[in-house]
C-alpha cells in the first residue's frame, strides 16, 4: 500500500516535470512563430 | 528611481550595437532530436534499469530528474554569471541576450526542482518542505533569478536593462556555492553530496544519472538555441515599432 502511494509521488513529479518543460518550450515556439511571421526579413520572398 | 537611473553615466549605459543573427541555429534541430531520444532513454532507465533503493522505495527514481535539473539549473546561472561579466566588460549585446536567455531557463529548471523536492521529501521525509538551510537557500536562489526576470520587463532601454541584469546576475551567483555547500556547513535534512564518492552510488544509479545529466544538457543547448533568437526577435519588433 505504501509502495503504491510512493509510485503516485513519482509519476507527478515525472509528469509535472514534463508539463513544465512542454509548456515552457510550446510557450516559446509559440512566441518564436508569432514574431517570426511579424519580421519583414524573415518572410520568403 | 531617478537617482539610480542618473547615477551611472549615459555613455557607460550605451551598448555597441552589432549585427546578431535572426536566423535559425544549424544546431538547433539536432539537439532537439538528441534531446528528445535521450529523455525516453532517461525514463526507461530510471524505471527499468536502476534497482529500487532498498530505504526510499520507489519514491528514490525522482533522483533521476531532480538532480540533473538541480546541476543544469546552477549552470545555467553561471552562464548568466559569465555572460553578465561580459556584459560589464565588453558592451556587447550577445552577451546580454545569452545571460538573459540562461537565466529564463534556469529559472524553468529551478522552479521544476523546485516540484520534484518536495514530491520526493513527502514520502522519505513525511513533510513537503521544511525550512532546511538547502532548501531554504534554494528557494532564495529561485527568488534572485525571479526577480532578474522581472528586472529585465522592468527597465524599457535595452542598454540600460542589460546592465542592470547585468550586475543582478554577477551578484545573484554568490547564492549557488551557498547553496552547494549548506549541507556541509549546517545540520541539514537533505543528503549530502555522495554521488562520486567511493561507496556511493551503485554503478546502475550512476550510469542512469549520467544520462539524466547528458539529456538535461542536451535540452538545455536546445532551449537556449530557441530563446536567444526569440529575445533578438522581440527585440528586432521593439526596434522597429519605435522606428
Known amino acids: 500500500m505504501t509502495l503504491a502511494k510512493d509510485a503516485v509521488y513519482v509519476i507527478a513529479a515525472y509528469i509535472g516535470s514534463a508539463l513544465l518543460y512542454g509548456t515552457y518550450l510550446a510557450l516559446l515556439w509559440s512566441k518564436e512563430r508569432r514574431l517570426e511571421r511579424g519580421n519583414r526579413d524573415l518572410q520568403p520572398r | ?243
Open chain 2, 1 to 243: 528611481m531617478n537617482v539610480e537611473t542618473d547615477a551611472l553615466p549615459l555613455d557607460a549605459a550605451v551598448l555597441e550595437e552589432e549585427a546578431r543573427p535572426l536566423t535559425r541555429s544549424k544546431y538547433r534541430r539536432p539537439l532537439g532530436v538528441l534531446a528528445l531520444v535521450a529523455a525516453t532513454i532517461l525514463v526507461a532507465m530510471a524505471f527499468l534499469y536502476a534497482p529500487e533503493d532498498l530505504k526510499q522505495g520507489p519514491a528514490q527514481r525522482i533522483f533521476y530528474i531532480h538532480v540533473p535539473a538541480a546541476w543544469i539549473g546552477f549552470m545555467a546561472f553561471f552562464v548568466v554569471f559569465v555572460g553578465s561579466l561580459a556584459v560589464l566588460f565588453t558592451g556587447k549585446r550577445r552577451w546580454d541576450d545569452i545571460a538573459s536567455s540562461s537565466a529564463e531557463i534556469g529559472t524553468i529548471f529551478t522552479t521544476a526542482v523546485l516540484i520534484t523536492g518536495p514530491l520526493w521529501g513527502r514520502p522519505v521525509w513525511g513533510v513537503y518542505w521544511t525550512w532546511d538551510p538547502r532548501l531554504t537557500s534554494y528557494l532564495m536562489l529561485w527568488l534572485i533569478y525571479l526577480s532578474y526576470l522581472v528586472l529585465r520587463g522592468y527597465v524599457a532601454d535595452p542598454a540600460r536593462r542589460a546592465k542592470y541584469c547585468a550586475v543582478l546576475g554577477i551578484v545573484g551567483f554568490l547564492d549557488v556555492p551557498i547553496v552547494y555547500l549548506s549541507v556541509r556547513w549546517w545540520r541539514s535534512e537533505h543528503p549530502t553530496q555522495l554521488v562520486f564518492e567511493r561507496g556511493g552510488l551503485p554503478p546502475e544509479m550512476l550510469i542512469t544519472l549520467m544520462v539524466g545529466l547528458a539529456t538535461f544538457t542536451l535540452f538545455y543547448a536546445y532551449l537556449m538555441t530557441v530563446r536567444v533568437r526569440t529575445g533578438r526577435l522581440q527585440e528586432a519588433a521593439d526596434e522597429e515599432v519605435l522606428s
